[in-house]
């Protein structure tokens, strides 16, 4: 079974930087994986945030970006705000079947 | 405006059937893909099922196949999932998904505001 891991928390300051990663079971997460991460507050559906390794939707703030670091899927948030405290999750695409990762939650203190 | 609008969820007991709908609204929805994502109380999310856009291809996640049907009604604008066979961890908040697929990308864009079942004697 494919398990896709993130860290469980990460604490981060106004203002400051903080990469949260997508790590899958099955070796390195490349584009072909077409990583997706998704921003959820209490209470309320998951939001798009990055498609695609580093695509933002047109809702999504500059400061967050996607890349591909270390063979994971990585997602900055660079300028925190208070409100980018949420769970964060991201995921994968395996040739058929869709593997979300366990979630980050990003606490702003 | 895009909107997804999920209903059907409940109370049923273990091994009971339930179908969850999705109507469909503010695109054309023959075009898109389609997912059921579901998400246990306190839990994280999980990927239960896609359809493409005329209905023909259908996957699932190992811990529903042969029990959840997923199907589209696309002259109605609504997505189904039949569910089967229910078990108590198949209790969650149940949302469907658009996405949009190209050449070289995935995008879930649109979400549905999910709707819970629970699955209990």
């Known amino acids: 079974q494919t398990v896709v891991t993130q860290e469980p928390s990460l604490t981060v300051s106004p203002g400051g930087t903080v990469t949260l990663t997508c790590a899958s079971s099955?070796?390195?997460?490349?584009?072909?994986?077409?990583p997706n991460w998704f921003q959820q507050k209490p209470g309320q559906a998951p939001r798009t945030l990055i498609y695609?390794?580093?695509n933002k939707h047109s809702w999504t703030p500059a400061r967050f970006s996607g890349s591909l670091l270390g063979g994971k899927a990585a997602l900055t948030l660079s300028g925190v705000q208070p409100e980018d405290e949420a769970e964060y999750y991201c995921?994968?695409?395996?040739?058929?079947?869709?593997?979300f990762g366990t979630g980050t939650k990003v606490t702003v203190l | 405006e895009v909107q997804l609008v999920e209903s059907g969820g409940g109370l049923v007991q273990p091994g009971g059937s339930l179908r969850l709908s999705c109507a469909a609204s503010g695109f054309t929805f023959s075009s898109y893909w389609m997912h059921w994502v579901r998400q246990a109380p306190g839990k994280g999310l999980v990927w239960v099922s896609r359809?493409?856009?005329?209905?023909?291809?259908?996957t699932y996640a190992d811990s529903v196949k042969g029990r959840f049907t997923i199907s589209r009604d696309n002259a109605k604008n609504t997505l189904y999932l039949q569910m089967n066979s229910l078990r108590a961890e198949d209790t969650a908040v149940y949302y469907c998904?658009?996405?949009?697929?190209?050449?070289?990308?995935?995008?879930?864009?649109?979400w549905g505001q999910g709707t819970l079942v629970t699955v209990s004697s």
């Open positions: 695609s390794t580093n």
């Open positions: 995921l994968l695409y395996y040739g058929g079947v869709y593997v």
């Open positions: 099955t070796g390195a997460v490349t584009s072909d994986y077409y």
């Open positions: 359809i493409n856009s005329d209905g023909r291809t259908t």
């Open positions: 998904a658009r996405v949009l697929v190209g050449t070289k990308s995935v995008l879930f864009d649109y």
